[in-house]
T-cell receptor, first 110, second 114 residues
Framework: ELKVEQNPLFLSMQEGKNYTIYCNYS?????LYWYRQDPGKSLESLFV?????AVKQEGRLMASLDTKARLSTLHITAAVHDLSATYFC??????????FGSGTRLQVQP | DTEVTQTPKHLVMGMTNKKSLKCEQH?????MYWYKQKAKKPPELMFV???????INESVPSRFSPECPNSSLLNLHLHALQPEDSALYLC?????????????FGEGSRLTVL
């Protein structure tokens, strides 16, 4: 059974600081997704990482994938309050059957 | 148009009721999904449809009955639900089961079972 572990589960950080969210998974997969979810809202797609070594950046967020280590990271640079949300990684177990991590609730304090 | 539209947004039903959730997309996607998300938990896959055929059923109880009448529409029929079925039900679509595989999620239908 695939396990997807995210850490930390909760992150409180100050504006302007940098931090990294980690996503480990237990079985081979070459597709990993990052989503953002605001309270009471749906999932917003942030990144789709399709191969080993893939790195994608959008604004203050950068995601990477190491399929050999079964690890993906979501790096936040110079956090701002608008980034406060829950971030999920999700691993494709085949045929788009995504297994989600537990989520990281990010709170950016002014 | 990158929209997945779900109706209703909110639904309250009793345990003896029959209701349906509806999901629509006009992106020409051929794969559609139902996920269930309980409060403060990650989404969990329920069903996957590909080219209007059921591809994956994640051992979902029969009180949930999916239907894909055409490539743009996905329904979830609900009957004799339990209070523990209260959750946010998310529909998603993707181009197909191959390719880059980006899933687009709808806003969800929030279900309360009394």
């Amino acid at each position: 059974e695939l396990k997807v572990e995210q850490n930390p589960l909760f992150l409180s950080m100050q504006e302007g600081k940098n931090y990294t969210i980690y996503c480990n998974y237990s079985t081979t997969s070459d597709r990993l997704y990052w989503y953002r979810q605001d309270p009471g809202k749906s999932l917003e797609s942030l990144f789709v990482l399709l191969s080993n070594g893939a790195v994608k950046q959008e604004g203050r967020l950068m995601a990477s994938l190491d399929t050999k280590a079964r690890l993906s990271t979501l790096h936040i640079t110079a956090a701002v309050h608008d980034l406060s949300a829950t971030y999920f990684c999700a691993v494709d177990t085949g045929r788009r059957a995504l297994t989600f991590g537990s989520g990281t609730r990010l709170q950016v304090q002014p | 148009d990158t929209e997945v539209t779900q109706t209703p947004k909110h639904l309250v039903m009793g345990m003896t009721n029959k209701k349906s959730l509806k999901c629509e997309q006009h992106m020409g996607h051929r794969a559609m999904y139902w996920y269930k998300q309980k409060a403060k938990k990650p989404p969990e896959l329920m069903f996957v449809y590909s080219y209007e055929k059921l591809s994956i059923n994640e051992s979902v109880p029969s009180r949930f009955s999916p239907e894909c009448p055409n490539s743009s529409l996905l329904n979830l029929h609900l009957h004799a639900l339990q209070p523990e079925d209260s959750a946010l039900y998310l529909c998603a679509s993707s181009q197909d089961l191959g390719g880059t595989g980006e899933l687009f999620f709808g806003e969800g239908s929030r279900l309360t079972v009394l």
